[in-house]
């Protein structure tokens, strides 16, 4: 008797959740989920980076290269238009893996 008695009293006196905590708990999660810094699913790396600008760098110097063999009949080389060509095309791509190495740096310094 006294057992069951007991146990009523211990029941009453427990706390007992708020109706609304699961749904504080399950908002609480969600805005700490939105404001922890979001990684990025596909993180290019410099390398990869600098194997596909200077890739293309060496395919258009490639096309350039039969243009105007094509177009000069005899060695590009020679031609100053097609060394002014080249070095225009090169310090472009180069100046364009420069600003990208840059923008990284600058997001991982953030972060």
């Known amino acids: 008797m006294e057992d069951k008695h007991l ?4 029941s009453h006196t427990q706390l007992m959740a708020d109706e609304n905590l699961k749904h504080r708990i399950l908002h609480q999660i969600h805005t700490e989920k939105s404001l ?3 990684k990025s699913a596909h993180s290019s790396t410099t390398f990869d980076n600098l194997l596909f600008i200077f890739g293309l760098m060496y395919a258009i110097i490639a ?3 039969i243009f105007f063999y094509i177009s000069i009949e005899s060695n590009p080389l020679k031609s100053t238009t097609f060394i002014t060509s080249v070095a225009f095309v090169s310090s472009i791509s180069s100046l364009y893996w420069l600003l990208t190495v840059y923008e990284e740096y600058r997001k991982h310094k953030r972060i």
């Open 7 to 10: 146990k009523e009293i211990l």
């Open 36 to 38: 922890s810094p979001m």
């Open 63 to 65: 096309i350039l290269t």
